[in-house]
T-cell receptor, first 111, second 113 residues
Framework: NAGVTQTPKFRILKIGQSMTLQCTQD?????MYWYRQDPGMGLKLIYY???????DKGEVPNGYNVSRSTTEDFPLRLELAAPSQTSVYFC??????????FGPGTRLLVL | GENVEQHPSTLSVQEGDSAVIKCTYS??????FPWYKQELGKRPQLIID?????GEKKDQRIAVTLNKTAKHFSLHITETQPEDSAVYFC????????????FGTGTRLQVTL
């Protein structure tokens, strides 16, 4: 199993541009999560999903959107990128409400 | 909702010494408490977890203790080694009602030679 994969690894965006961060897991996990981690800081939950077709907001959802059309994929959409969205984005998945397995992260720089 | 506080924010120990990181939580219904280790530039990885029906759990040099009455739990690392240097995050969840973890703010552990 590849586990949780994320693409791209690194991206530079201009202010106002949009992009989609991809997250895929091959472990048949129902639970999937998106976090952001600012430099030297902790993890903040953006959105999460408990199964295909079901998504819910975390603590910092503004400026982001998600969809969950399949069990495997949980893309994160950034609309109108702002410098405040410069961060490292981690996707995670799990079989239950407990253990979460993290992807390698996407480093995003908005200039 | 749940709130998790973590202390200290930074910790420096000499190789071979023990390190202790403490977390407190606010929701008495929380029943699952994992610890994650994040090395520089890497993803967080689960290193140990404990459930509310257990007071202590050990795995080689690491152990976690839970005090439900006081609503705090701690990570203990014995015989620290340079490869233990990382940021450690605690988390808490009520797995009966919540589908997400609430993370602490992290502790940067530096093991010096």
């Amino acid at each position: 199993n590849a586990g949780v994969t994320q693409t791209p690894k690194f991206r530079i965006l201009k202010i106002g541009q949009s992009m989609t961060l991809q997250c895929t897991q091959d472990m048949n996990h129902n639970y999937m999560y998106w976090y952001r981690q600012d430099p030297g800081m902790g993890l903040k939950l953006i959105y999460y999903s408990v199964g295909a077709g079901i998504t819910d907001k975390g603590e910092v959802p503004n400026g982001y959107n998600v969809s969950r059309s399949t069990t495997e994929d949980f893309p994160l959409r950034l609309e109108l990128a702002a410098p405040s969205q410069t961060s490292v984005y981690f996707c995670a998945s799990g079989t239950s409400r407990e253990t979460q397995y993290f992807g390698p992260g996407t480093r995003l720089l908005v200039l | 909702g749940e709130n998790v506080e973590q202390h200290p924010s930074t910790l420096s120990v000499q190789e071979g010494d023990s390190a202790v990181i403490k977390c407190t939580y606010s929701d008495s219904a929380s029943n699952y408490f994992p610890w994650y280790k994040q090395e520089l530039g890497k993803r967080p990885q689960l290193i140990i977890d404990i459930r509310s029906n257990v007071g202590e759990k050990k795995d080689q040099r690491i152990a976690v203790t839970l005090n439900k009455t006081a609503k705090h739990f701690s990570l203990h690392i014995t015989e620290t080694q340079p490869e233990d240097s990382a940021v450690y995050f605690c988390a808490a969840a009520n797995t009966g009602t919540a589908s997400k973890l609430t993370f602490g703010t992290g502790t940067r552990l530096q093991v010096t030679l």
